[in-house]
């Protein structure tokens, strides 16, 4: 009896593995090993152009001396994570769970929805520079004078909520796909019962949306905390800092400054993913009650 | 929190009347939310028919003075744009194909099996999305062209490459982006949150795990395969960094990185950008509407998959 | 209009020389006679040698007309050259990112574009070739060349770098403006006083919807430092081991620059609603700004109407002051081909091709020849320009921290523009930050 429990065990641990193996080849040697690759150079001093030098914890000092890091990168990191995920998580999760009612046009919306998202980050960065420009169309609507994307007070804030705006659509259709793994019969029974919409909504599909409101969450968080594409193309950081965030700074020390600075780049990145890594544990359990990650 | 603990009332008039308020605050949020998100696209529309020089001049509305200069200029200037067009559909279907396939497979298996080391891998695979992509884009270079170590590792006379030497190859943009932590964590949580009914028959019937992943877990989570397709075509297609980086030759360009052209350095000629960022995302828009009868469908079978 | 279309033809030709693939079935007389080398290239008849050295070049796109330019020449090098295969390479994206992970990795071309910006850091680092000896090899001299655009590619006494083109500063004037105001036009013998004055008397804000600013002076390093030479101060330091920002003269300066605001004869972009002055140029409402030989064209394709003229920036207490923008040929010290890496530059750079590059009217030849060409006497404007590199010039280079230098030289004037911080605490404050970046 032993035996054949450890031997199902043994199949099943081969079968794993075969299950994961395609994947787990490829992304040991892009992911992992480009990871490690990173560690390691946070503890150099590696200007691209010569070979790293070993320079022990020199890069981690000198990012935590930084003021640009400590006086505007991290703060402004933080703010837009908070501000930003909350609001895409509720709206796409209303927005999907509009969608899975039995409406007419259904597919109509659905397709409407999803136009933010397709275009890429880029592209759909030059378009809000050029909607928000002093000339651009959303003064032209509103009958207002402000330059959206020069002013310290209101950069920041276009960019979020471009981001959600943008983001909202694919996040819809990850919970959308989830909502519709809900049987239809838990929803009847309810009914049966006599939940009413609300409780049906916070007593039925939110428990049985976890896994995927905690994907969502988590991706959200980590998308958030590496916020960079938008502020490269719409900013660059500026007006005075105001939008200068972390993953920002990262690439501003590796390939924009005068003088390359890879090796602190990498322990800011080694600092950025302790902080997320921080942040995803603690929020998971905020959702999931406690556990480890792999958990659930 | 079962449902049974739901306080029971029954079906009455009032009921309906909540229903049609209900029904109509979604359909208000619904519209107002279709409205926002044609915005910009129909004003990228609007202007991208407009002359250079009406970049920002109203009427925004209607594209008066109307001309389609700037599609002819995106046309025109360069006779690479074809292959850039199908460089880009090759990329992004193969990436697609095979990272849905992979993705499946490992999710799958996070979600289901036991095995060694399984957490340490799915946490592993969680921090190296933590990482920001600025700094591992040196290491991965490395890795795609000559190598980590540059030469190789020599063992007496045989040499192992540390690196593919894919540069300006569509399979160094290809070979990495096939396996993606994203996709893996999704199908994990989906996987996780779907009805084990199914699977346990099958495998009561004696199909191992692989005929029951192929062919009961495979085809009832469509929706989600679909899902993680779309976006995994939709990241292939408007992929810019990496394909900048491998790619050198103009006729190897993905359509992204041809159209970039257009971006001057001093600047921007608005419209033209904005009737290149049109034709970029058209492919997306009619591969989402092909998709869009699947997701229909695959409603109807997970009602029915209940049995 | 013609000459366009001939260049976009040979572009279409020269395509399809590096891809060696179809026909062209245009029958248009430039077209044929590269069908011709064409099928010298694809049945390797005559001409092109059993073994052709392959000299990849790299480059940013910076609009698809000037790509077509370079690849002109490109095309015409090959006909003269049938031995060297030049593969062009150009970035689309964020050029110095994908030019240092190709060098970090080896795998950068013979040839690229290096930046008067951050060239040094390539040079130091014993990433370029030193061209000297391969000039003098083929009879090339520095006193060929602009001499300011020699010494910002020179270190250690060696040039790095073939200047490819460059720009500086020219004072752009509305003509319309000025005989509104009935003023004359500006020469090249203005001082500061004249420019004060006549921003003075060109400015009128009667119309609130489209105000008229005499002169604009965005708070950016790429204008501001011309002032600071005008006075007599300078950025940085000779040796570049200190930066000067807090110097008297650089003070001075920046009280003058962001005394036309203050004074209501100026403005910024932004307080006119725009990103550019150049844009605020063309709807005249900026009536005379500072900018290089880039807004000729888009004045061109954007303000067809507009009439303007340009003379070299007006003197400062301390005579001409100028900026340089210019970005050289480089060659990586890796090529495995020196010889036919040079024989491209030297091309690219010879009189014949910069006389194309001149008539082109996108950028201006690095030359000193060309001072004299047709082109320039009857560009007036093209010529202010390039006589600027004569007058005071300085390469806009700032040494290993540049980026710093130029991001605080930015936000000490919006600090003064914006928040009214005194000129000198600004300034100050920039010098601090600098020098706490050079630690």
């Not at chain 2, 000559?146 to 943009?173: A, E, H, Y």
């Not at chain 3, 509305?174 to 400015?203: H, M, S, V």
């Not at chain 3, 540049?402 to 919006?414: F, H, I, P, R, T």
Request: aromatic share 14%; net charge neutral.
């Amino acid at each position: 009896m032993a035996v054949s429990i450890s031997r199902r065990k043994i199949s099943e641990a081969i079968n794993g593995y075969l299950f994961v193996s395609p994947w787990l080849i490829i992304f040991t040697i892009f992911s992992i090993v480009s990871l490690l690759y990173a560690v390691y150079l946070s503890f150099t001093s590696y200007n691209l152009l010569k070979p790293p030098q070993w320079w022990g914890l020199d890069g981690y000092r000198r990012v935590f001396d930084d003021d640009l890091f400590l006086t505007k990168a991290l703060p402004n990191t933080f703010k837009y994570v908070i501000i930003v995920v909350p609001l895409q998580t509720i709206l796409s999760l209303v927005l999907a769970f509009a969608m899975d009612q039995k409406l007419r046009f259904r597919r109509l919306f659905r397709t409407v929805f999803y136009l933010p998202s397709v275009t890429s980050s880029v592209v759909i960065s030059l378009i809000f520079i050029w909607i928000f420009a002093p000339q651009g169309i959303f003064n032209q609507i509103t009958r207002l004078s402000i330059n959206w994307l020069d002013d310290p007070r209101t950069a920041f804030y276009v960019i979020m909520g471009m981001n959600i705006f943008t983001t909202s659509g694919t996040l819809m259709l990850i919970f959308l796909a989830g909502l519709q793994d809900i049987s239809p019969s838990i929803y009847e029974a309810a009914q049966i019962d006599g939940a009413n919409a609300v409780q049906t909504f916070f007593y039925i599909t939110i428990p049985m949306l976890r896994p995927v409101i905690f994907f969502v969450v988590t991706v959200g968080v980590i998308g958030c905390f590496q916020v960079f594409d938008q502020i490269f193309v719409m900013t660059a950081g500026g007006p005075l800092d105001s939008t200068t965030t972390i993953t920002y700074l990262i690439y501003k020390w590796a390939f924009r400054d005068t003088t390359i600075k890879m090796g602190q780049a990498s322990a800011l990145a080694v600092v950025l993913t302790l902080i997320i890594l921080a942040v995803t544990v603690l929020q998971r359990r905020m959702i999931e009650g406690s556990g480890s990650m792999a958990e659930r | 929190m079962t449902v049974s603990s739901l306080s029971r009332s029954g079906v009455n008039q009032s009921a309906i009347l909540l229903d049609r308020i209900r029904k109509g605050i979604f359909y208000a949020i619904l519209i107002f939310w279709t409205v926002l998100s044609v915005a910009p696209l129909y004003f990228t529309l609007v202007f991208s028919l407009k002359p250079i020089a009406d970049a920002y001049t109203p009427p925004i509305w209607w594209p008066t003075p109307f001309t389609l200069a700037n599609y002819e200029t995106i046309l025109k200037t360069f006779d690479l744009f074809p292959r850039w067009v199908i460089n880009s559909v090759n990329i992004s279907i193969i990436v697609t194909l095979f990272r849905v396939l992979f993705c499946a497979m490992a999710g799958y298996a996070f979600a289901r099996i036991e095995f060694p080391l399984k957490k340490l891998l799915f946490n592993l695979l969680l921090i190296s999305m933590m990482m920001p992509g600025v700094v591992t884009l040196i290491p991965s270079f490395l890795i795609i062209g000559p190598g980590l170590i540059r030469g190789g590792i020599s063992l007496g006379s045989l040499t192992i490459p540390t690196g593919f030497n894919l540069i300006d190859t569509p399979w160094g943009v290809i070979l990495p982006g096939v396996a993606d932590a994203f996709g893996v964590f999704m199908m994990t949580q989906f996987y996780k949150s779907f009805p084990k009914e199914l699977e346990e028959a099958a495998m009561m019937d004696g199909s191992g795990r692989w005929g029951t992943f192929f062919r009961i877990v495979l085809p009832i989570s469509q929706t989600q395969l679909l899902t993680l397709a779309l976006l995994t075509f939709q990241g292939a297609w408007n992929n810019f960094m990496w394909p900048l980086l491998v790619l050198r030759s103009p006729e190897n360009f993905t359509l992204p990185i041809g159209l970039q052209w257009f971006r001057g350095e001093y600047y921007t000629l608005y419209s033209v950008v904005l009737a290149g960022s049109l034709f970029n995302t058209l492919p997306i828009l009619i591969i989402f509407f092909v998709f869009q009868r699947y997701f229909i469908r695959s409603i109807a079978s997970t009602g029915s998959k209940e049995g | 209009m013609k000459s366009l279309f001939k260049l976009m033809s040979v572009l279409l030709a020269v395509t399809m020389l590096l891809t060696a693939c179809g026909t062209p079935a245009t029958p248009e007389k430039v077209v044929e006679t590269i069908k011709e080398t064409v099928t010298v290239k694809e049945t390797q008849i005559v001409e092109v040698p059993a073994q052709q050295t392959v000299v990849r070049l790299s480059g940013w796109a910076s609009s698809p007309s000037e790509t077509a330019l370079l690849q002109s020449l490109l095309y015409q090098f090959s006909v003269e050259n049938p031995d060297i295969l030049v593969k062009y390479e150009p970035i689309t994206g964020d050029y110095k990112q994908a030019l240092l992970t190709s060098i970090a990795s080896g795998t950068e071309p013979d040839i690229y574009y290096v930046d008067i910006f951050w060239w040094l850091e390539l040079a130091t680092n014993d990433v370029l070739l030193p061209l000297d000896d391969l000039m003098s090899a083929s009879g090339v001299k520095r006193e060929d060349f602009i001499p300011s655009l020699v010494d910002a590619f020179t270190y250690n006494d060696k040039l790095y770098g073939i200047a490819k083109d460059f720009n500086t500063l020219g004072m752009f004037y509305n003509k319309d403006l000025f005989d509104k105001a009935g003023l004359d036009y500006p020469t090249d013998d203005w001082t500061w006083d004249d420019l004060k004055a006549a921003a003075a008397q060109l400015t009128d804000t009667s119309d609130a919807n489209k105000p008229v600013y005499g002169f604009c002076t965005p708070p950016d390093p790429g204008r501001f430092p011309a002032f600071v030479f005008q006075n007599g101060g300078s950025v940085m330091t000779d040796d570049f081991s200190d930066t000067t920002l807090d110097s008297d003269a650089a003070i001075g300066a920046a009280e003058f620059y962001t005394s036309f605001r203050a004074e209501g004869s100026g403005a910024l972009p932004s307080d006119l609603g725009e990103g550019w002055q150049g844009t605020l140029f063309g709807k005249g409402q900026c009536a005379m700004v500072y900018e290089g030989g880039w807004l000729i064209p888009y004045l061109r394709d954007q303000f067809p109407g507009t009439k303007y003229g340009v003379v070299m920036p007006p003197a400062g207490p301390a005579g001409e002051g100028n900026l340089i923008f210019t970005v050289a040929w480089g060659i990586s010290a890796n090529t495995k081909n020196p010889d036919a890496a040079w024989r491209v530059v030297n091309f690219l750079t010879s009189e014949a091709s910069q006389k194309t590059v001149l008539e082109s009217g996108f950028a201006l030849p690095s030359r000193q020849s060309l001072q004299d060409s047709d082109y320039l006497k009857n560009n007036a404007n093209s010529a202010a320009i390039f006589n600027g590199s004569f007058n005071g010039a300085h390469p806009f280079f700032w040494g290993s921290v540049g980026s710093d230098v130029n991001d605080q030289m930015g936000k000490a004037l919006e600090r003064i523009f914006k928040e009214n911080q005194p000129v000198a605490d600004a300034m100050k404050q920039a010098a601090e930050a600098v020098r706490s970046a050079m630690k």
